[in-house]
């Protein structure tokens, strides 16, 4: 089912802008974004520091990126939703708690290379990416070839990866599809609730809903092999 636009939507992003970098895409099919247009971020300049930089792609309402935000205040984060209706929560919500160290792409991750300059994100984290098992859509799946490509170039050496989905199938394939991109895998959990790392996890919107009904969460980590 759709998503009812929501009231005042242009100008509620408008009045978050400060927290928002970019919003849209450019004039140009997402291929050729992706290859040709280039409008690179200055994080020194967006933030004020020099702190590393993270990024979490398909934030949602941003229940995520607001708490990691605040447990490491040395980091900057940046947070990625293709959907303006979805994302505008996260902004109001991050800009009502002042929060400084979080800024926000309304763009689809498809074109992120156009934005953040190549080896800059240490980790990037994967929260309940949609599975999208049907075939026709695997080019879509956040850990398709096609995106693990992407991430390879934005990714530090040595850069990591953090993945959890409530989806088995989805955590198979994106494992096998790890393994077959550069990306070495350093942890698999697959019940991360019940596991030692329960204590430290920061329950997402959508892992909230999995997790009352006591359906098993998968995490894993990886790592980008320097080759
Ligand atoms: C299932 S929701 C999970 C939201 C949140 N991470 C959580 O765990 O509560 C997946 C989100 O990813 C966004 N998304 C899907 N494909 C995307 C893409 N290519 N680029 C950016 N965001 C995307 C969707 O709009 C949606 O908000």
């Known amino acids: 089912m759709r998503m009812r636009r929501k009231r005042n939507l242009d100008e509620r992003l408008q009045a978050c802008s400060d927290l928002l970098l970019v919003k849209g895409r450019p004039m140009l099919n997402l291929r050729e ?16 520091n020099k702190n590393p930089v993270e990024l979490e792609i398909g934030c949602g309402n941003g229940g995520f990126i607001r708490e990691i935000s605040k447990r490491y205040p040395e980091r900057n984060f940046l ?14 919500r991050c800009k009502a708690e002042k929060i400084s160290n979080v800024r926000f792409l309304n763009i689809p991750a498809e074109i992120l290379p156009c934005y953040l300059p190549s080896k800059s994100v ?12 049907e ?11 096609r995106f693990l490509a992407i991430y390879r170039e934005l990714l530090v050496p040595g850069g990591k990866i953090i993945q959890k989905t409530d989806s088995e199938e989805f955590f198979d394939y994106s494992l096998q599809k790890y393994a077959e991109n550069g990306y070495r895998v350093v942890k698999v959990i697959r019940d991360l609730k019940n596991s ?12 909230r809903n999995f997790a009352e009904k006591g359906l098993p969460i998968f995490c894993a980590v990886v790592r980008k092999l320097n080759v």
Not at 39 to 45: A, G, K
Not at 122 to 133: K, R, V
Not at 196 to 207: G, K, L, M, S
Request: aromatic letters at 10%.
């Open 33 to 48: 974004a992706a290859e040709n247009f280039r409008n690179l971020l200055n994080y020194e300049d967006v933030f004020g």
């Open 135 to 145: 075939k026709s859509r695997e080019k879509q799946r956040l850990t398709s070839s």
């Open 79 to 92: 947070a990625v939703e293709i959907c303006s209706n979805v994302i505008l929560t996260a902004l109001e």
């Open 122 to 133: 240490g980790t990037i984290y994967l929260n309940f990416s949609t599975p999208l098992p």
């Open 196 to 207: 030692e790392y329960a204590a430290e996890n920061i329950v997402t919107e959508y892992e």
